[in-house]
């Protein structure tokens, strides 16, 4: 079923002490999406993506993977699940089938099934080659494709990620983007970073967290295309400000001089058709009609620092 919603987290919150790592969170995934998880270190990614699998109980809250409940029936949930955490569980002195065909044990593949799982969780990796060797002697950007080998071992509708790109040169980093854009064909993907660009060029939808909360949620095309700021507006026969002020999805309006408006937009709307056309009504003389688009970088520092700030004061 297309849209259909894969993950379903309510209300997640969890606290160390008198820290509250992650704050109230919700979150959906569905089917075919790469959701980018952003946020700068200690936002709570790992926390969330640890409760998110299972591995961590949230002290309130509720996570469903497939409408079964993880707290309920935590082995049918975890089923539809892959996991790579942020420090890999790697056995150095096992051979790459060995640590794979254990991993696909452990995941309940059936014995028959063993080899078809192994071929293809290498060959989706890029492993085919490198079988025979010693997990502890592949380089760390291969430590890393055999990491993401072992979570989609068991082929879950799921996977999640977190920061797999940590500690790999830029070429490796390339990779593993290129691997994790190719795996998002045939899964659902929760990619955690704090490397703007990562989310950017992998991911289908990006949801900034900062202390522990959700600031921001959106598609990328949106983010793209989407969020205007100030708008500047150039008239050789301007109208009364109120005039543009009494325009749907106008906020506010400061005359620059010179014919010339800067209008803020009110959050989420686009007045620039509409401007356009009330020009062109009332004979204005429109000669420049221009807004700035924020980038996912500005929104992120805005975002991310505005709570920063908040939390100093
Ligand atoms: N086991 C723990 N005990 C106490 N505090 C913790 C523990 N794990 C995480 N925290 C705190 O919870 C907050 C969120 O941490 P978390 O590791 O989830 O963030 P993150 O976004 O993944 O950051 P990073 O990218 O640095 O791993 C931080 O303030 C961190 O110090």
């Known amino acids: 079923m297309d849209n259909e919603v894969l993950i379903e987290a309510r209300a997640l919150t969890r606290r160390y002490g008198p820290t509250v790592a992650v704050d109230n969170l919700d979150l959906t995934l569905r089917k075919g999406e790469i959701l980018g998880l952003l946020g700068p270190n200690g936002a709570g990614k790992s926390t969330t993506m640890k409760m998110l699998t299972g591995n961590l109980a949230p002290t309130s809250g509720e996570v469903f993977i497939k409408d079964v409940s993880l707290h309920e029936d935590p082995k049918a949930a975890k089923r539809h699940l892959g996991y790579l955490p942020e420090q890999p569980p790697v056995y150095p002195e096992l051979t790459v089938d060995e640590y794979l065909r254990y991993c696909a044990a452990l995941h309940g593949v059936a014995k028959k099934a063993l080899d078809a799982a192994l071929d293809s969780a290498k060959r989706d990796c890029g492993l085919t080659d490198v079988g025979h060797r010693l997990v502890g002697n592949l380089s760390k950007g291969y430590q890393q494709r055999v990491g993401i080998a072992q979570a989609i071992i068991h082929r879950p509708p799921v996977v999640i990620l977190d920061e797999p790109t940590v500690g790999l040169d830029p070429i490796q980093i390339r990779e593993i983007r290129k691997l994790i854009k190719d795996l ?21 939808r990006v949801m900034i967290v900062a202390r522990g909360r959700v600031v921001y949620n959106e598609s990328l095309d949106v983010t793209r295309t989407g969020r205007i700021g100030a708008i500047t507006i150039g008239l050789r026969r301007p109208p009364e400000q109120a005039a543009l002020a009494a325009i749907a999805g106008v906020k506010t309006v400061s005359a620059l001089g010179n014919g010339l408006f800067r209008l803020e937009p009110e959050s989420g709307s686009d007045p620039r058709e509409a401007l356009a056309d009330a020009a062109a009504r009332g004979n204005w003389g429109l000669y420049e009609l221009s807004a700035h688009t924020h980038t996912l970088e500005e929104i992120f520092v805005e975002l991310t620092s505005r709570d920063e700030t908040r939390a100093a004061a």
């Open 184 to 204: 998002g064909q045939n899964h659902s993907v929760i990619l955690s970073s704090h490397i703007l660009p990562e989310i950017q060029a992998v991911c289908g």
